[in-house]
């Protein structure tokens, strides 16, 4: 029996919402586990699907289990990095359960995802999902905005990849609707632009007392600016306050 049959089929109010989603998959170890990953987006009305791999995957496997979702694999994006795959996002979010360091300090709930979008400014949202045996690795989620946790059992937490999307994906399509309109935020690439200019100017006035401490704040640094969702605007008066800070420091001590 096909399960579409005990669905009920509900129009979002703003596709608008849904499209400025992109699900992006990393280092996905299994063609079939992506097949399944494009039959969840789509029941959802996400459509945009990236993956972070140099694998080759074996087509029939995408292809058996995405059913009716094949559109989603073939009109998919593909990129080596984590990095190039994300540069023009104004939003990264990682899906994961694990704590530990460089990790977040908080984690929101995929119904708190979705809200946090639902207010965000225009521009792209990337979601990202690790690998199947180990999910996002350290380094990863440090290049996320924020991270989103799947309430699970202790009793067996771990959810397999098209599950975790699949629920994600469910709570956005609930809460689709229209998001504010006129303010563009910066992306991901113009964000790490201005953690340079700040660091930089926090290390002129010695700020950073051990090389660990500049890698903690330029952290900290990225992911407030990312929560944020500021406009170019609002970035240069932001990146303004610590050069003409460092500045002012330099002129009176000469």
């Known amino acids: 029996m096909d399960n579409s049959a005990l669905c009920t089929i509900i129009d979002p109010m703003d596709q608008s919402y849904l499209d400025r989603i992109e699900i992006v998959l990393v280092d996905t170890q299994d063609g079939a586990n992506i097949g399944s990953v494009c039959r969840a987006m789509k029941t959802m009305g996400l459509t945009h699907l990236t993956l972070v791999s140099d694998r080759n995957y074996d087509e029939n496997r995408v292809f058996t289990l995405a059913l009716h979702a094949r559109d989603i694999y073939e009109n998919r994006k593909t990129f080596h990095t984590i990095k190039d795959a994300i540069k023009d996002s104004i939003y990264v979010v990682g899906a994961t359960r694990r704590r530990g360091k460089f990790r977040k300090e ?18 792209k949202v990337s979601i990202l999902f690790g690998r199947e045996s180990d999910g996002l690795r350290d380094e990863e989620v440090a290049l996320c905005s924020q991270i989103v946790t799947i309430p699970t059992s202790e009793l067996f937490p771990s959810l397999n990849l098209s599950q975790a999307v699949q629920i994600i994906s469910y709570e956005l399509f609930l809460s689709s609707r229209a998001y504010p309109s006129g303010i563009v935020a910066v992306d991901s690439a113009r964000i790490e632009k201005a953690v340079r200019t700040i660091s930089s100017s926090l290390e002129s006035i010695g700020y950073y007392k051990w090389d660990e401490e500049k890698k903690w704040v330029e952290i900290f640094i990225k992911d407030t600016l990312s929560k944020a969702g500021l406009s170019e605007k609002e970035m240069k008066r932001f990146e303004k306050l610590f050069v003409k800070s460092a500045t002012l420091k330099k002129y009176k001590e000469e």
């Open 106 to 123: 908080s984690a929101l709930s995929p119904k708190q995802l979705a809200e946090k979008l639902s207010v965000l400014p225009e521009g």
